[in-house]
T-cell receptor
Framework: KNQVEQSPQSLIILEGKNCTLQ??????????LRWYKQDTGRGPVSLTI?????NTKSNGRYTATLDADTKQSSLHITASQLSDSASYIC???????????FGAGTTVTVRA | EAQVTQNPRYLITVTGKKLTVTCSQN?????MSWYRQDPGLGLRQIYY???????DKGDVPEGYKVSRKEKRNFPLILESPSPNQTSLYFC????????????FGSGTRLTVV
């Protein structure tokens, strides 16, 4: 069964600090990996999409990395802002049936 | 504005009373999908549609129905809701699943008592 595991489950950081979220997956065959940001009570919004051949992609202060060999990804948030407080979801697409497997998310709280 | 619109945002209903959650997208996307989100579980796919009149089951289809009579609309139907269908529901659409992201609606919080 395809699985996506995220860690930590939650974290609290001070405004201006950096943090890194982890995602491990077992999805095979692999198509792509996506990171989404979900504000409380809202739908997820896409941050990055990476295919097998890409090992890093940035979107402003968000930088995602992918190691397809070890089936690991990370999302790094630089110089965090209060608006970064949200749940961050790792999503992996199966290259066979194109189904998405969602991680349970990491809840980030940025405090002033 | 390109968007996926779900209605209603909040709904409280009683067990067994049929309900429909509507989903509409204005981006001419062929692919649409329904998910439910429960604490600690992540989003799980209920049903999806590759195009008009083409629908298929996701991972948790039991107790749900869908239809895709026109490209922009993809309603989710609960014929006889039960308390275990209390959840946060999201509709999503995509132009090309392999190369583009999914656009999600704002969600429908359903409570079945």
């Amino acid at each position: 069964k395809n699985q996506v595991e995220q860690s930590p489950q939650s974290l609290i950081i001070l405004e201006g600090k950096n943090c890194t979220l982890q995602c491990n997956y077992t999805v095979s065959p692999f198509s792509n990996l996506r990171w989404y940001k979900q504000d409380t009570g809202r739908g997820p919004v896409s941050l990055t999409i990476m295919t097998f051949s890409e090992n890093t992609k940035s979107n402003g202060r968000y930088t995602a990395t992918l190691d397809a060999d070890t089936k690991q990804s990370s999302l790094h948030i630089t110089a965090s802002q209060l608006s970064d407080s949200a749940s961050y979801i790792c999503v992996v697409e199966d290259g066979g049936d194109y189904k998405l497997s969602f991680g349970a998310g990491t809840t980030v709280t940025v405090r002033a | 504005e390109a968007q996926v619109t779900q209605n209603p945002r909040y709904l409280i209903t009683v067990t067994g009373k049929k309900l429909t959650v509507t989903c509409s997208q204005n981006m001419n996307h062929e692919y649409m999908s329904w998910y439910r989100q429960d604490p600690g579980l992540g989003l799980r796919q209920i049903y999806y549609s590759m195009n008009v009149e083409v629908t298929d089951k996701g991972d948790v289809p039991e107790g749900y129905k869908v239809s895709r009579k026109e490209k922009r609309n993809f309603p989710l139907i609960l014929e006889s809701p039960s308390p275990n269908q209390t959840s946060l529901y999201f509709c999503a659409s995509s132009r090309d699943r392999a190369n583009y992201g999914y656009t999600f609606g704002s969600g429908t919080r359903l409570t079945v008592v």
